[in-house]
Structure formats: C-alpha cells, structure tokens
C-alpha cells in the first residue's frame, strides 16, 4: 500500500467534490481543504459576490494563487472549483504534486445536485445548456489530468469514497511531489 500524502479532486460543478472529498479524507486520515471555501475565507465574501465585483477572470486569478499555496500542502485532500482545471499552471500543480481523482457526473445529476444554488454560471434561462456546453470543453482536461476517474452519478458518497480510498491505496504515486 502507497502512502497518500496529496489528494487533488476535480469535475464539474455538482459532481460531489466537497461531500466526497470530506468523507475521502478522514478515510486517507488527510486534512480536507475546499477550495471555494478557502477562497470566501481569505477574502471574506462569497463566490458570487467575487464574480459580481471582479468578474470570473478576477475570480481565476485568486483560485489560481491559492490553488498554488495549496497543492504545497502536505497530508492534504483538496476539492478544486470546476473551472480551476482551465488555466495550464494549476493543471502542471495538480498533475505534479499529487494524486488527481475525476468525479464524472452527468448534467442530469448536476442539475439535481445544484439547483438550489446560487452558482455564478449557473445564472440564466438555460442552466442545462450552460453545463452542457461548460462539460464539452472540460470534460477532456479532467480526463487528461486524471489519475482515477469514477462516476458519481449513483452511488452513496459514504460507498464512493470507500472505492477511491480502495483504488489510491492501491496506486503507487505516479509524482514527484
């Protein structure tokens, strides 16, 4: 068995990175760090007030910065925003410094999951068409980046993050570190 020291979870929006990736990390014994949460912290409003001030291009800028510190951090299990795959440096910092999970899920089951949030992209008359076409051009990174991918469209977070913890125990750390 590989000893764990870096988690890095991706996947679009709804996918189930932060309820996963809690339950992921007590069984890894990592500490668990969302990255949006990290982001109102440090900043002290929330995401879509960023976005209203700053725009998603100011957004970025602070996901990327922190992003950065972050994937530094030893005995961690990170959950990423959807969108922090699109810039190429924060791809190179979780492809080099951990192990990166993809948690596929379907529009049908983002939708589910997110409709009662206030989701900057998500805002609009067409929500389907919106992640339709944010999983199109996605998609395809998170594949790439991807050490293990498993879809969470049915299944008990508790049962996936079992098979996870199952499969990275069982992978020898493909990165330096």
């Known amino acids: 068995m590989s000893r764990i020291d870096r988690v890095f979870l991706v996947g679009p929006m709804g996918a189930g990175k ?45 996901e990327s910065e922190l992003l950065e ?57 067409d929500p389907a068409g919106r992640l339709t076409a944010i999983l199109a051009a996605r998609a395809p990174i998170y594949e790439a980046i991807a050490d293990i991918s498993i879809d969470t469209r049915d299944g008990s977070p508790e049962r996936i993050a079992e098979q996870l913890a199952r499969r990275l125990q069982q992978t020898e750390p493909s990165h330096d570190g």
Request: aromatic content about 4%.
């Open 18 to 62: 932060s309820t996963i990736g809690r339950r992921l990390a007590a069984r890894l014994a990592l500490s668990f760090v969302d990255l949006d949460a990290a982001i109102e912290a440090r900043t002290g409003v929330d995401i879509p007030r960023i976005f209203d001030i700053e725009g998603e291009a100011g957004f970025r800028r602070r």
């Open 69 to 125: 510190t972050l994937t530094r951090q030893p005995r961690t299990l990170l959950a990423t925003g959807g969108g922090a795959v699109l810039d190429p440096a924060n791809q190179r910092c979780l492809r080099e410094r951990g192990q990166v999970v993809y948690l596929r899920a379907d529009v049908a089951t983002q939708i589910a999951r997110t409709r009662h949030s206030d989701r900057p992209l998500l805002r609009g008359d």
